[in-house]
């Protein structure tokens, strides 16, 4: 525990301070290794710094050509994951508050949305994108500088996870941008109908910065396949990725990144916020479960975007995270309703949709590291964990979570990675990821310890909760001291759509 703190100490000061040893990061417009090698990737989402430094004996001639499929199906892909936020999550949400704040949640949604996406493309794409430490990344990209290559004419180009495949640099980060936009929206269900506009802004900002940047850099940083050209760069390589990467961790779409990072920023907001006034006396039930139902289809068909778009190519491991997907959802809204059913003795449709986020959360870091039979099993467990999470464990910490966020993105979100260490297993169908990306070769099932990868797993887990938790309890903190966090009692018995924003969803 007092080396994960002194890690997130030591992340934070070198922000900070700016860490002005921070080196740029190699574009795959630079020179790069020849091979026509292919290798599965290990993990998800990789560092957009592109291919390796110099260490072919003749450099190329020419720049390489990023492969038009693959930015198609990227391209696709972020569309979709745009598609997942608005409409589909802000319907969600919007469906699942009282009536008098339903255009509140839609404008939170929304604005923050469009907030992030300034900052990341000013320089939140740098800090998580680009080399610096083992924590955060550097200034390398501030206001996409670079981009454009002047000298060869052309864009600079990103890694995938094979070696010589590339997607232009600008693909990859619109895509990895519409990630952390969602991310922060899903922090918002927390603490809805009682927080200031303002104040959700300006925490957005503050936990943006300091906390999803340098989580993405940890999980999700390397130098690229072609900067393994030989079994002599392998460690100095290593070193330069993320901190999480370099210890093994596998999260192929985010779920340490995205959902448990976004779920213990909500549970510290709603502790911090307060309880809705009223609550545990008065009906609070969601105005519209078909909207609901609405966001949560839309959320389902956006993820194929979020999951199989993380595998940064239009080849066989998307189109396993598809099936992935599509299977481990469909499993968690059947064992949500049998859940439900046996509990309360009735099937509700605020359950299904509620099992149908379940699944997709806990697939999310699995989808493309675990074989078919181990999405079934993760989905159907997912329905059951997110269940408990918002019946059970909500009243254990006595919390109110207006959206259930940390009962299903958090408990689900953990559920999740720690199964992908389980079911990434050969022996369990899984594809045994923990590739070398010298060798082009993959960890065997006899080689394979189900044991030593779940521990990883739950390390990497529980930096995200302490490094996030740390953040936001910090980020509220200056919020509340600023601004404020809560509107008035006024205000919030009246409906934030009317004292926030002067409108009404459906008419005074």
């Known amino acids: 525990m007092k080396k994960l703190l002194a890690s997130l100490a030591l992340g934070?000061?070198?922000?900070?301070?700016?860490?002005?040893?921070?080196?740029?990061?190699p574009t795959a417009s630079e020179p790069v290794a020849a091979?026509?090698?292919?290798?599965?990737?290990?993990?998800?989402?990789?560092?957009?710094?592109?291919?390796?430094?110099?260490?072919a004996a003749a450099a190329p001639t020419a720049a390489p050509v990023p492969n038009?499929?693959?930015?198609?199906?990227?391209?696709?892909?972020?569309?979709?994951?745009?598609?997942?936020?608005?409409?589909?999550?802000?319907?969600?949400?919007?469906?699942?508050?009282?009536?008098?704040?339903?255009?509140?949640?839609?404008?939170?949604?929304?604005?923050?949305?469009?907030?992030?996406v300034v900052l990341w493309f000013i320089y939140g794409y740098s800090l998580a994108f680009t080399e610096g430490n083992a924590f955060f990344g550097g200034m390398d990209r501030l206001f996409m500088k670079g981009v454009w290559d002047n000298a060869a004419g052309t864009f600079?180009?990103?890694?995938?996870?094979?070696?010589?495949?590339?997607?232009?640099?600008?693909?990859?980060?619109?895509?990895?941008?519409?990630?952390?936009?969602?991310?922060?929206?899903?922090?918002?269900?927390?603490?809805?109908?009682?927080?200031?506009?303002?104040?959700?802004?300006?925490?957005?900002?503050?936990?943006?910065?300091f906390s999803y940047a340098p989580i993405a850099h940890m999980v999700w940083?390397?130098?690229?396949?072609?900067?393994?050209?030989?079994?002599?760069?392998?460690?100095?390589?290593?070193?330069?990725?993320?901190?999480?990467?370099?210890?093994?961790?596998?999260?192929?779409?985010?779920g340490t990144v995205v959902h448990i990072n976004a779920?213990?920023?909500?549970?510290?907001?709603?502790?911090?916020?307060?309880?809705?006034?009223?609550?545990g006396k008065e009906s609070m039930a969601p105005h519209s479960l078909t909207l609901t139902m609405v966001g949560a289809a839309l959320l389902w068909v956006g993820w194929f975007g979020f999951n199989a778009g993380s595998a940064l190519e239009a080849n066989g491991f998307a189109a396993l995270a598809f099936v992935n997907t599509f299977l481990a959802t469909a499993a968690a809204v059947l064992s949500w309703c049998i859940g439900e059913a046996l509990m309360k003795g009735k099937a509700s449709m605020l359950g299904a949709a509620s099992g149908c986020v379940a699944g997709l959360v806990a697939i999310t870091p699995a989808c493309g590291n675990v074989g078919i039979g181990g999405a079934l099993a993760i989905g159907l467990l997912a329905g059951f964990a997110g269940l408990w999470g918002v019946n059970g464990l909500k009243k254990l910490l006595g919390v109110d979570d207006s959206l259930d966020v940390f009962g299903v993105h958090g408990v689900c979100g953990i559920l999740g990675a720690l199964l992908t260490g389980v079911f990434n297993s050969p022996a369990l169908g899984g594809p045994g990821f923990v590739a070398d990306w010298v060798t082009v070769s993959m960890v065997s099932a006899a080689d394979y310890s189900i044991a030593s990868q779940v521990w990883i797993q739950a390390k990497a887990v529980l930096l995200t909760i302490i490094w996030s938790g740390v953040v936001s309890v910090v980020a509220y903190k200056i919020v509340d001291m600023t601004i404020g966090l809560r509107v008035s009692e006024e205000s919030e018995r009246e409906g934030l759509d009317i004292t926030s924003h002067g409108e009404a969803a459906y008419g005074r």
């Open 68 to 116: 038009k499929g693959d930015t198609s199906w990227m391209m696709v892909s972020t569309l979709l994951v745009i598609m997942m936020s608005i409409p589909g999550l802000a319907l969600f949400y919007g469906g699942l508050v009282r009536s008098k704040n339903m255009l509140s949640i839609l404008m939170q949604v929304m604005v923050t949305f469009s907030l992030v």
């Open 12 to 25: 934070i000061g070198l922000l900070l301070g700016g860490s002005a040893s921070m080196a740029q990061a």
């Open 156 to 209: 600079a180009n990103a890694a995938t996870f094979s070696k010589g495949v590339y997607i232009p640099e600008i693909v990859f980060a619109v895509f990895q941008a519409s990630f952390a936009a969602i991310t922060c929206c899903l922090i918002v269900g927390a603490f809805a109908e009682r927080m200031k506009f303002s104040a959700v802004l300006m925490f957005s900002v503050l936990w943006f910065t």
């Open 221 to 254: 940083f390397w130098m690229g396949p072609d900067a393994y050209a030989s079994k002599d760069v392998v460690d100095a390589m290593t070193a330069k990725a993320g901190y999480l990467w370099q210890s093994g961790a596998l999260d192929f779409a985010g």
């Open 35 to 55: 091979t026509s090698a292919v290798v599965a990737a290990p993990a998800p989402a990789t560092a957009a710094s592109a291919a390796a430094p110099a260490v």
């Open 263 to 279: 779920a213990v920023a909500g549970l510290v907001g709603a502790f911090m916020v307060g309880k809705r006034i009223g609550y």
